[in-house]
């Protein structure tokens, strides 16, 4: 599924967030099981705090740096010079 086929979806079943925008979350779990799992959320907001949220994230990632540090994977992906479906 598409980020625009996510985002009508949204604003199709939630008619009183009409005018909302929407920040998608993906989490991946479970990935060494033999059934991994990704869950998607969706969280609405206005304009101004769709604007905002890159330096929301991006301070909630680097203040979690510690907790990561003994990990080998990545904890976050930047697809910020990638194309991006949408």
Do not use: N
Request: with cysteine; hydrophobic share 40%.
């Amino acid at each position: 599924m598409t980020l625009s086929s996510l985002v009508l979806s949204f604003s199709s079943t939630s008619p009183h967030l009409q005018g909302q925008q929407c920040i998608f979350m993906e989490t991946a779990m479970h990935l060494r099981s033999a059934r991994p799992h990704a869950i998607m959320e969706c969280v609405p907001c206005s304009e101004r705090e769709l604007d905002r949220a890159p330096a929301y994230f991006k301070k909630a990632m680097l203040e979690a740096e510690s907790e990561w540090s003994t990990h080998h994977a990545k904890a976050v992906i930047d697809t910020t010079a990638k194309k991006v479906k949408g």
